[in-house]
């Protein structure tokens, strides 16, 4: 009996293990997946679960938008999700007017980072789309836990990225030194966040704003807007890099 019961503990312990075990793919020319779209689209699926992370092999092209759900919608069902380039910088474009990744819902625990394996500060990861943004965040009932850390991001248009609320919150959103626009290309705001609805608007916006730093700003109108506010101005410093 006793015998028994180690073996069923050992095998539990196994399960425990394997259920936290996390699953890294490549993405680029001979990857596992050819591009981030069709990347996402295995967790989306359901291919794809638990923590994950996705390492960019070589520049790629996006045809079209990729949308990031919560864990718990439909299929999507992980812990995290981690985007880096490995072995040598990397570029990932695209040429649409729609932004290349739609964080959607109360999406949560997703990085984007533009290290190496996640280390160093080096920036090594360029995002680009020549017609349109890069970053759509989109909150319903909440988005909480994402990072977009030491990545240069280049759009056109109206802004790089959005972060809009509709009667819930977006907290805890990391922007860390990140390059924002171009020389070439124009875009009216390098982030943008509006909101609809009820909410807590100016806590939505105190924890956005606390968290950008590090921004290297090129050929902007102007750096950050919001709109739909609820409460008096808020105090907004930016640490810039040079």
Known sequence: MKKITLLLIIILCLIKIYSFAQTTKTVGSGGD?????SAFAAIGNGTLTGDIVFEIN???TETSSTYIYESG????????ITVRPSGSSRTVTADFASPIFNINGNGSNITFDGRIGGTGSDSQL???NTSGSVFYIYSVTGVDNIAIQYCNLIGNGDEIITLFTENSTITNILIDNCSIGSESLTVTNGIRSYSTGSGSLLQQYQAVISSIFGMRLAHQKEFFSTKGMRAGPLA???FTKQ
């Open 73 to 80: 919608q439909g299929s999507w069902n992980y812990t995290s």
């Open 58 to 60: 070589s520049d790629i």
């Open 126 to 128: 360029t995002i680009s």
């Open 236 to 238: 907004i410093t930016i």
């Open 33 to 37: 997946y050819t591009t981030l779209n």
